[in-house]
């Protein structure tokens, strides 16, 4: 019903700059939250950022607040995570999520687009 498909990682050095970005193929793109989330080698999978639908207020991880951003086109049906300052520890597959209203979890996800940040 929904398919999502990230795009933009790469390998970075550390301090570098990257901008993720997520299609989604649905109609009232506004009407769904949207968010990402990443998960590292041997790790689980973390929250990093939301918009929320509607309104659009965001929600960030502790540990990229400052430095990541998230929006959207609503135009263009699109998601983006503007990464700063990137650090070692940013290196992950980075996962674009969409959940309807009312749902207790996310309900599409996307394949993924890794994210590498050299020391």
């Known amino acids: 019903q929904v398919t999502l498909v990230e795009s933009g990682g790469g390998l970075v050095q550390s301090g570098d700059s990257l901008r993720l970005s997520c299609a989604a193929s649905?109609?009232?793109?506004?009407?769904?939250?949207m968010a990402w989330f990443r998960q590292a080698p041997g790790q689980e999978r973390e929250f990093v950022a939301a918009?929320?639908?509607?309104?659009?207020?965001?929600s960030y991880a502790d540990s990229v607040r400052g430095r990541f951003t998230i929006s959207r086109d609503l135009a263009k049906n699109t998601v983006f995570l503007q990464m700063n300052s990137l650090k070692p520890e940013d290196t992950a597959v980075y996962y674009c999520a969409l959940k309807y209203p009312g749902r207790d979890s996310f309900d599409y996800w996307g394949q993924g687009t890794q994210v590498t940040v050299s020391s």
């Open positions: 649905t109609r009232n793109f506004g009407s769904f939250t």
């Open positions: 918009i929320i639908r509607g309104a659009g207020p965001t």
